[in-house]
Each structure stands twice: as C-alpha cells, then as structure tokens.
C-alpha cells in the first residue's frame, strides 16, 4: 500500500525513526483538529481552563518536533 506524503517535517534536531514520526503526526493533527474545535465551537468563556491549558501544552509540544 502506497504511502501518503507528509504534510509536515520534523524540526532541526529531532531524531525519531520515520515510522514511530508518522504515528506521532497523526496523534498530532487530532490535537491540532482538538485545539480548532475548542476554539470555534466552545466560546473562549465556556471553554474549560484545564481543557483549554491541555489543549495549549499538546500544541506546544507538537510545535517542538514538527514543522507544519
């Protein structure tokens, strides 16, 4: 079964094997997918803190292994 291309790159730095980056990629675009659906469906004010502080610290980390 063909591959699809990545839509993302690893940062400078980051070693990880090409196999275990792509599973990690697709957990980190359910975060990303996460972190939308937070911001546009839940107003800012209904949005739980601990849910939105969650959220923040899974797209910090994403954004320190991957380049979109």
Same mark, same amino acid.
């Given at each position: 079964?063909?591959?699809?291309?990545?839509?993302?790159?690893?940062?400078?730095?980051?070693?990880?094997? #090409? %196999?275990?980056?792509?599973? !990690?990629?697709?957990?980190?675009? $359910?975060?990303?997918? &996460?972190? @939308?659906?937070?911001?546009?469906?839940?107003?800012?004010?209904?949005?739980? #803190? %601990?849910?939105?502080?969650? !959220?923040?610290?899974?797209?910090? $980390?994403?954004?320190? &292994?991957? @380049?979109?």
């Amino acid at each position: 079964m063909a591959r699809k291309p990545q839509q993302w790159q690893l940062q400078r730095g980051v070693k990880i094997s #090409e %196999d275990a980056a792509a599973e !990690v990629a697709k957990i980190a675009c $359910a975060l990303k997918s &996460l972190s @939308i659906y937070t911001g546009l469906v839940l107003d800012q004010e209904d949005c739980p #803190e %601990d849910l939105q502080k969650t !959220v923040d610290e899974g797209i910090a $980390a994403i954004d320190k &292994l991957f @380049i979109w």
